[in-house]
């Protein structure tokens, strides 16, 4: 049978090649969806593992423009962090990989598809989801969820099978995108314990200070340090490399999972807190105190609709239609101090700066408007309080 996989070249997919091949005769093809994780020669020594495996066949599609288009952008506009912490690295990214595995497996006649998830992730629910709902008739195969697998466990059978390969990355399993990396361990199993240094995929490189101008497009960063980009994936890369050596934008998370259970994994995302924070102190400086509340309410629901695999629902489509319209006045500059492990927002400049209005200055002076007119106002607003106060008591 021939079975699409989506194959990250990680011990849980390399154990899925050479299961379903050895074990159970199929025909598979290697798929790698980058979304921004996979460096050229990164993605040939993939498709070399892969081919070594057994594989038929090994592809590497490239949906990270797709991946912005259709969700990072909307997950900027809507300064999106799960529990106040997670950019949502590793949430987003499954749903689009999910669907071209779906896509490819159509094209090459696959009667199955497959993914290396355990039973206890959101992973397995965000592929399967997919899967199950554009993928029809196909099969869902999942080895390392169905036998109940431990990591050491896989490890043993592939040095039987003769793949004596150093595992000791496993230790920890890294995905890595273009909107963060998550590093899960032994340590993320336990509520107290933190990641050693040396989990970190990037380390510490850079000392001193570095000011960054992040210029933003209607809500879209369009240029670092006055270098401007047609693509804004190609700006969020570029500032990845400035950001990454100082080892910013770690941090651990720790949420409720689609299947009922508590889940904590650290991640670093360097380029994204930084694009998420500065562009939420922009929209403090050009949009309206009522355009910002209704934003944080759809863009929670937005966030966490889309981690919890309900990406096809129509209503996402809604709330991007509405996050698209509140970045009409979202253009401006924003200045970031970089530092060892942290950054700091230093201000920003823009046209649309509702700040620098004609009007007056918090706390210094006003003149559309008199003291009088103030006592007016609050003795008008207060009078809804007067009455509970006065009928109903404290």
Not at 57 to 84: M, P, T, W
Not at 315 to 341: C, D
Not at 343 to 360: A, T, Y
Request: charged residues 20%.
């Amino acid at each position: 049978m021939k079975i699409v996989l989506a194959y990250s070249g990680g011990l849980d997919t390399s154990f899925c090649v050479k299961y379903l091949t050895q074990e159970k005769g199929m025909e598979v093809h290697a798929v790698t969806v980058n979304t921004g994780g996979f460096s050229e020669a990164e993605v040939e020594e993939i498709g070399a593992k892969a081919l070594a495996l057994g594989a038929a066949s090994y592809h590497c599609i490239d949906a990270l423009e797709n991946y912005y288009e259709q969700c990072v952008k909307y997950l900027i506009f809507g300064n999106v962090l799960r529990n106040n912490t997670y950019p949502l690295s590793v949430s987003a990214e499954r749903t689009f990989q999910a669907l071209e595995i779906i896509k490819h497996a159509r094209i090459i006649g696959a009667k199955a598809v497959a993914h290396g998830s355990t039973g206890a992730g959101n992973d397995q629910v965000r592929f399967d989801l997919i899967f199950s709902v554009l993928g029809g008739e196909l099969d869902i195969i999942t080895p390392i969820r169905d036998m109940q697998l431990s990591r050491q466990a896989e490890i043993e059978y592939l040095q039987q099978q003769g793949v004596d390969w150093s595992w000791e990355k496993a230790k920890y399993s890294i995905n890595q995108g273009i909107w963060g990396t998550s590093v899960g361990g032994a340590e993320t199993l336990t509520s107290h314990q933190a990641l050693p240094e040396s989990a970190w995929p990037s380390q510490l490189q850079q000392e001193g200070e570095e000011i960054l101008t992040l210029v933003f497009e209607e809500g879209e960063l369009k240029a670092v340090n006055e270098q401007a980009f047609e693509r804004p994936v190609a700006a969020i890369a570029y500032l990845q490399t400035l950001a990454a050596p100082y080892a910013i934008g770690r941090d651990t998370h720790v949420g409720d999972t689609i299947i009922g259970i508590k889940g904590r994994v650290g991640f670093e995302a360097a380029a994204p807190m930084i694009i998420l924070k500065a562009h939420h102190l922009l929209e403090k400086h050009t949009l309206t105190k009522w355009q910002q509340y209704w934003k944080e309410q759809l863009a929670n629901w937005y966030g966490m609709f889309l981690h919890e695999a309900q990406f096809l629902d129509p209503v996402m489509r809604n709330i991007e239609t509405f996050l698209t319209a509140t970045q009409t006045n979202v253009s401006g500059k924003v200045f970031v101090k970089l530092l060892p492990y942290r950054f700091e927002l230093q201000g920003i400049q823009s046209d649309k700066d509702l700040m620098q209005s004609k009007f007056g200055q918090y706390g210094e002076m006003n003149k559309a408007w008199s003291g009088e007119d103030v006592k007016g106002f609050t003795k008008i607003l207060s009078n809804h309080l007067k009455i509970q106060q006065q009928t109903q008591g404290a």
